[in-house]
């Protein structure tokens, strides 16, 4: 029985959209935690992704998961102590904080 193809490829786009769903939904929660960690840390965004990415690194945790791990902190206050301490010196490595509005320290 001859086939065209039409149901493989239907197949296919829908896993692609499957996959591309899975992807907003983690680049929103990433994007939440970076939120939290530049406001926990009064630092720059993309200071926050850095932070992110050295605690995942330095964990050996999928970042997404550490994103998801930050934000039931904010929600419970309940976080794994190995992701708190990353977070910690993640942090402390970002440099002095600068609060809005302030002149630089000299």
């Known amino acids: 029985m001859p ?11 829908q896993e692609e ?3 591309l769903k899975e992807a907003v939904v983690s680049h929103a929660v990433v994007d939440q935690a970076i939120g939290m960690v530049v406001a926990l840390g009064r630092i720059s965004p ?21 994103a998801e791990m930050i934000l039931v902190w904010g929600r419970t206050g309940l976080m794994p102590e190995e992701i708190r301490a990353a977070l910690e010196d ?4 970002a ?5 809005p509005g302030t002149p630089p320290e000299r």
Not at 3 to 13: C, F, N, P, V
């Open 95 to 99: 440099g002095p904080v600068q609060l």
């Open 90 to 93: 993640a942090l402390d490595g």
């Open 3 to 13: 086939t065209d193809g039409g149901s493989e490829r239907i197949l296919q786009l």
């Open 46 to 66: 993309d200071q926050g992704w850095a932070v992110l990415k050295q605690v995942s690194q330095h964990t050996n945790t999928k970042l997404r998961n550490v």
């Open 17 to 19: 959209i499957q996959q």
